[in-house]
């Protein structure tokens, strides 16, 4: 089915569709940029951020072209209930962030990171872990979104795969770099309208002109009958499962995430991340149908780099003009992303390195701090161009970083809600959850015997964790023990003796079990209890200068 003919753009027309692109989103930073920049307003926006920006920066921030082609990929992997995996569950796991994210800000209403928090909770080293944690996360997903754009301009141009890679990065880095978040904000806010928009006209045209329904009964023989099941099994533990662990992974520990917690008004919490819910999987599961599609169709990306297929996709079924909308699409999700990732490593640096660690929270120097803000831009930008030349496989990169995340969601949740954990034992639980995820995700010992019981034991644990947390932010501590209880009890004799087969999925919920049996054991006989009052006393404004709002009429608070 590759024989078609494919449209390609000229240098100059991809030189100006870029322009057009990053030229609009950087006259939008010019607009908001002060002459005197505010350290706290480059990092969180004065946490006033009104509803429908904070709604569009949510769900632009989530959408990103790796998710665009990781959804096509699990598509063209595992069938009809790929993208679903994908899509449904990613969209759930936004929603899942909402009832903890009320409490977070309610403990820390003008805390910049996370990590921060966690500083104010339990000291240095609890901090600079999750701190860490996320500046790997982020220069992944800096480099993922570089790899997917390059692949664009590549396949689409005379450009080469590293010069779409430094135009896309340059672009991104000229407007972030002025006004840090809320650039971010502001630009996510036209991009995510511009991506529903292009969903709702591309997607429909490729199905059609590739022949759709028609294509779905002549090319069913292509697909293995895994592969036509809406409720493959194979689907659900090598996609479904292990994105639903990941995900919610990725919801507590990102940086990217919880500074958008911090910058919306803390009343539009709720509705907030319900419509970014929406937006998610609608436009997630649209994109990744085209995957289905191509397997229907028997369309073979060149040299097997499923990373090629979206691309390759447009170029063979979309007119010159819908082709150029896609661009535009793909460059501003991950756009939308990527300078997600800039701020989120730039108040990290700024919060959690420097102005905690180096100066000191009462020292700190809010212009050195934007100045270290913007270097950290400069040298992120740099490293994730220099790993994007390895073209890693972007759906294995996103379920590793989300995995490996895995191992801070009980330590950090359980900080938030339970006085007895402790410093040690949050750094204990996560370097021994790191010490056997590790090894299990690649393999590093035989699965065999013992071990291979061993680990899918842990693998139960690690489900009741999961679901007994999803369980616990909406109906409360009781509710939550239930399910984790019921869930590891019922799941048992499924799973027992053949799940550690699924290393990506197994070791993520090793991850989750022991962070939490060794966080939980070393924490319940302790007698000391911590006030959370201090929390919001420790953390805070490092300059008392006024911040622009980002939204001048704010809706009135509603409860959705």
């Known amino acids: ?43 969180t926006a004065g946490n006033k951020i009104g509803f429908g920006i904070s709604a569009a920066s949510m769900t632009a921030t989530w959408i990103w072209a790796s998710s665009m082609y990781a959804s096509a990929a699990s598509g063209y992997t595992y069938g009809i209930s790929g993208p679903i995996h994908y899509g449904l569950w990613g969209a759930l796991m936004i929603l899942f962030i909402y009832p903890f994210g009320k409490r977070i800000r309610s403990v820390a209403p003008k805390a910049h990171t996370l990590a921060e928090v966690m500083h104010a909770r339990h000291g240095r080293s609890s901090q600079l872990m999750l701190a860490g944690s996320n500046v790997v996360g982020s220069v992944i997903s800096l480099m993922s979104n570089f790899i997917a754009g390059g692949v664009l301009i590549a396949m689409l141009s005379p450009f080469t795969f590293i010069q779409g890679v430094v135009a896309v990065a340059g672009g991104v880095l000229l407007y972030s770099l002025w006004s840090g978040f809320r650039a971010s904000v502001l630009t996510d806010f036209v991009q995510v309208m511009a991506m529903l928009g292009a969903v709702a006209i591309i997607v429909p045209f490729i199905f059609f002109a590739a022949g759709f329904p028609a294509a779905f009964e002549t090319g069913a023989a292509n697909l293995t009958p895994q592969q036509g099941n809406f409720f493959s099994s194979e689907a659900f533990l090598g996609q479904g499962a292990p994105y639903i662990a990941a995900v919610l992974a990725y919801a507590i520990g ?98 959690d390195v420097y102005g905690q660690n180096v100066a000191g929270k009462e020292k700190a120097n809010p212009k050195t701090m934007l100045l270290v803000g913007r270097i950290t831009m400069v040298v992120a930008t740099a490293a994730a161009v220099a790993f994007a030349s390895l073209q890693l496989n972007i759906l294995d990169l996103l379920v590793f970083v989300g995995a490996l995340w895995g191992a801070l969601v009980f330590p950090v949740l359980a900080s938030f809600y339970w006085d007895k954990v402790t410093n040690k034992a949050f750094t204990t639980a996560v370097i021994a959850a790191l010490a056997l995820f590790l090894p299990v995700r690649f393999g590093w010992i035989p699965m065999s015997g013992g071990i291979g019981l061993l680990v899918d034991v842990l693998s139960v644990i690690g489900i009741g ?36 087969d699924y290393a990506t999925l197994s070791a993520s919920l090793v991850a989750y079990a022991v962070s939490t049996v060794v966080c939980w054991a070393m924490s319940v006989g302790q007698t000391e209890r911590f006030d959370f009052a201090l929390i919001r006393d420790r953390t805070g404004n490092f300059d008392d200068g006024d911040d622009p709002r980002l939204d001048p009429t704010p809706e009135p608070a509603k409860e959705a």
């Open 1 to 43: 089915m590759n024989n078609l003919d494919s449209v390609q753009f000229s240098a100059v027309i991809i030189v100006g569709l870029l322009v057009f692109f990053y030229g609009g989103t950087f006259y939008i930073s010019t607009r908001i940029g002060k002459k005197q920049e505010n350290a706290d307003g480059y990092m």
């Open 254 to 351: 990102n940086q990217t995430i919880a500074q958008r917690l911090f910058a919306v008004r803390e009343d539009l919490i709720k509705p907030t991340f319900i419509t970014a819910t929406i937006g998610y999987g609608a436009m997630v599961i649209g994109v990744g149908m085209l995957g289905v599609l191509a397997l229907y169709l028997g369309f073979e990306p060149t040299g097997g780099d499923i990373n090629n297929l979206i691309p390759e996709m447009a170029a063979t079924y979309l007119p010159a003009i819908l082709l150029a909308v896609f661009f535009i699409m793909i460059i501003g999700a991950l756009s939308s992303t990527a300078d997600s990732d800039l701020a989120a490593l730039s108040s990290i640096m700024m919060a």
């Open 465 to 500: 964790v999961v679901l007994g947390l999803m369980s616990f932010g909406f109906f409360g501590i009781r509710v939550g023990k239930i399910v984790g209880v019921v869930a590891a009890l019922v799941s048992a004799p499924f799973v027992i003796g053949f799940l550690h």
